[in-house]
T-cell receptor
Framework: GAVVSQHPSRVICKSGTSVKIECRSL??????MFWYRQFPKQSLMLMAT?????????EQGVEKDKFLINHASLTLSTLTVTSAHPEDSSFYIC????????????FGDGTRLSIL | KNQVEQSPQSLIILEGKNCTLQ??????????LRWYKQDTGRGPVSLTI?????NTKSNGRYTATLDADTKQSSLHITASQLSDSASYIC???????????FGDGTTLTVKP
């Protein structure tokens, strides 16, 4: 079935560092990729939606200059947390879809980001 | 405003017992409803997906039902196992929206 690989699974770094997270669809072409943030014991919060070859659409309250999203190919999207601070520490999850919203979303296994 | 409400927020059951999780939604116009299982520290995994015309869909010991008239769905887990301990998330999509609406999830704990 559809597999989404997210890398790295865990990152620990110093405050002020920029961190890049990759999301790859391994066996299908992902027209749309989604990036989520999840705090402990809470559900997923959509950060942005990206379509291949176009700029990402960010949800209200999400800083686009802070969370840079690139979706340059049908199998790869990246999220870069720029100048990360402790409050950016969270669980980040990507998902990929082959088409419009009625197509299933396939999730990666998430990235645990810890900023010291 | 599109909303998805899940109940209960958390549930503890003994191994081998059955349980039912609820999902009520106000998403319109309705496209599909999905149930996901999320283990701690992992990404969600799809259990079922139902469209407007489907009332019931099963995936092993998981059976989802959908009542599009009352805008309610349930996820029934039969003969629970310890590995069923996880968060179960209901996600509803509208036909005219570019994103889905997530419920807050139900945390299920299965005890031996």
């Amino acid at each position: 079935g559809a597999v989404v690989s997210q890398h790295p699974s865990r990152v620990i770094c110093k405050s002020g560092t920029s961190v890049k997270i990759e999301c790859r669809s391994l066996d299908f072409q992902a027209t749309t990729m989604f990036w989520y943030r999840q705090f402990p014991k809470q559900s997923l919060m959509l950060m942005a939606t990206s379509n291949e070859g176009s700029k990402a659409t960010y949800e209200q309250g999400v800083e686009k200059d802070k969370f840079l999203i690139n979706h340059a190919s049908l199998t790869l999207s990246t999220l870069t947390v720029t100048s990360a601070h402790p409050e950016d520490s969270s669980f980040y999850i990507c998902s990929a879809s082959q088409g419009p919203i009625d197509q299933p979303q396939h999730f990666g296994d998430g990235t645990r980001l810890s900023i010291l | 405003k599109n909303q998805v409400e899940q109940s209960p927020q958390s549930l503890i059951i003994l191994e081998g017992k059955n349980c039912t999780l609820q999902c009520n939604y106000t998403v319109s116009p309705f496209s599909n409803l999905r149930w996901y299982k999320q283990d701690t520290g992992r990404g969600p995994v799809s259990l079922t997906i139902m469209t407007f015309s489907e009332n019931t869909k099963s995936n092993g010991r998981y059976t989802a039902t959908l009542d599009a008239d009352t805008k309610q769905s349930s996820l029934h887990i039969t003969a629970s196992q310890l590995s069923d301990s996880a968060s179960y998330i209901c996600v509803v999509s509208a036909t005219n929206a570019g994103k889905s609406t997530f419920g807050d999830g139900t945390t299920l704990t299965v005890k031996p």
